[in-house]
């Protein structure tokens, strides 16, 4: 009896331990920078103290055995994907993905983040990343699902590199041909940012 009790023990904490390892619903993913104009401009002027190097978000969904991440993205709009298909690039040489968890996940707050991600399913994505302009950019979007329970916060978004502290070249180019001025200083925020939220914290890598 005494050596089946240890044995038991480890059984149960392996199990607990890949239990709260898995994808829940309402779990914020992460996305990796791409070899892409836009992908390099994002990521270049967000960067944090800490290493992470964000482009693009997602929540989860899990039903059954597979998730859908519900995201915004540039060509697609609000979109709701299989996890299979959010991982999916032309472009893998350099991509990342980690999963974050809400430390307060209060079972309305997620409830109600979800509907409100599959009700604006079909909405631009809004490429002057201006919060009162029609659409939503990939972290608006998120911030949108839960703007009501304040789990991330707005800051004054930058498009220089730190450092040149001089626009970065992408963003010009990006402002250039939408025939508008950068918002420097406008309230926004970004995948980088929101990563590091004391909100939310890691779960896992999964790419």
């Known amino acids: 009896m005494r050596t089946i009790i240890p044995i038991l023990i480890c059984l149960i904490s392996l199990s607990c331990s890949k239990t709260t390892d898995q994808?829940?619903?309402?779990?914020?993913?992460?996305?990796?920078?791409?070899?892409?104009?836009?992908?390099?401009?994002?990521?270049?002027?967000?960067q944090t103290n800490k290493s992470t190097n964000y482009t693009h978000m997602g929540i989860c969904e899990v039903h059954k055995d597979s998730v859908i991440v519900y995201h915004s993205d540039l060509g697609k709009g609000v979109v709701a994907e299989t996890l299979e298909t959010f991982?999916?690039?032309?472009?893998?040489?350099?991509?990342?993905?980690?999963?974050?968890?809400?430390?307060?996940?209060?079972?309305?707050?997620i409830e109600n983040a979800i509907v409100k991600a599959k009700s604006l399913i079909g909405n631009t994505y809004n490429t002057s990343y201006i919060l009162e302009d029609e659409g939503y950019y990939c972290s608006e979007y998120i911030y949108e699902l839960f703007k009501s329970?304040?789990?991330?916060?707005?800051?004054?978004?930058?498009?220089?590199?730190?450092?040149?502290?001089?626009?970065?070249?992408?963003?010009?180019?990006?402002?250039?041909?939408?025939?508008?001025?950068?918002?420097?200083?406008?309230?926004?925020?970004?995948?980088n940012g929101m990563a590091n939220s004391n909100a939310i914290v890691f779960v896992k890598k999964i790419q």
């Open 23 to 46: 994808i829940q619903t309402g779990d914020i993913i992460f996305r990796g920078k791409l070899n892409s104009q836009l992908s390099a401009a994002i990521n270049d002027v967000t």
């Open 87 to 109: 991982l999916t690039s032309s472009d893998t040489s350099n991509y990342s993905a980690d999963v974050y968890r809400i430390k307060n996940r209060e079972a309305k707050r």
């Open 149 to 191: 329970d304040s789990i991330f916060d707005l800051e004054p978004m930058t498009f220089k590199d730190s450092k040149t502290n001089e626009f970065h070249n992408g963003w010009i180019e990006h402002y250039k041909t939408l025939g508008i001025e950068i918002p420097e200083g406008q309230l926004g925020c970004n995948p």
